[in-house]
C-alpha cells in the first residue's frame, strides 16, 4: 500500500501480481494496471505524484504514467538471477525494493544480490554487489550522493555514488 506524496491516490498491490490505484478521499476504484504476473513487492511513488514505480517476484520493474494507466518505462529481469555452479531447477528472480529519490531517480534491491540505480528514464546508471546476504531495502540519502541497503544478514551497507565532471 502506498498513498501519493499529494495524497489523492492510494496504490495497492497483491501476491498475484494484481495493482489497483483507489481515489484515497472516497475509496473508489480508479484504475488496475496489469504488468506484473507474480507477487508485487514493492511500490513507491515519484515526488510529483504522476509516476508509481512497481517492483515484484517476476523481476519486473514499471513506471507507470498514473494519468492513462500505462507503463510509461518497463524493465523486464532488471535483477536477472545468477546460476551457482552446480544449481538446476528454476531460480529465485525478483525485485525486493524499490526507492524514489527527490530527483526521480529509482533504487531497487533484488534477488541477484544487487542494489541498483536507475535514472529518471529508466537507465541504469550504477549497481552495487552484496556478497554474503540478500539485499531486502535500498535507498538514496537525502542528498543523493549515497546508496544505502540493508540486507538479510542485518547489516546496513553505505556507497558512495560516482561523480560526474
Avoid at 495497492?12 to 481515489?23: I, M, Q, S, V
Avoid at 538471477?81 to 528472480?93: D, E, F, L, Q, W
Wanted: glycine share 10%; proline share 4%; with cysteine.
Amino acid at each position: 500500500v502506498a498513498f501519493s506524496p499529494d495524497g489523492k491516490t492510494l496504490a495497492t498491490a497483491d501476491r498475484a501480481g494484481g495493482l489497483h490505484l483507489w481515489e484515497a478521499e472516497s475509496g473508489r476504484a480508479l484504475l488496475s494496471l496489469n504488468e506484473h504476473k507474480a507477487s508485487i513487492r514493492a511500490l513507491d511513488w515519484r515526488a510529483d505524484s504522476k509516476l508509481l514505480a512497481s517492483a515484484g517476484e517476476d523481476g519486473l520493474i514499471v513506471w507507470w504514467d498514473v494519468k492513462d494507466g500505462w507503463p510509461a518505462i518497463s524493465k523486464a529481469d532488471a535483477h536477472p538471477p545468477v546460476r551457482a555452479p552446480g544449481t538446476y531447477g528454476k531460480i529465485a528472480n525478483g525485485v525486493l525494493a524499490a526507492r524514489f529519490d527527490r530527483e526521480g531517480r529509482l533504487c531497487t534491491a533484488g534477488r541477484d544480490r544487487k542494489v541498483r540505480l536507475w535514472d529518471a528514464g529508466g537507465k541504469e546508471i550504477q549497481s552495487f554487489a552484496i556478497a554474503d546476504a540478500q539485499p531486502l531495502s535500498a535507498a538514496l540519502s537525502f542528498d543523493g550522493k549515497k546508496i544505502i541497503g540493508g540486507d538479510t544478514a542485518g547489516n546496513v551497507h553505505f556507497w558512495n555514488l560516482e561523480t560526474k565532471k
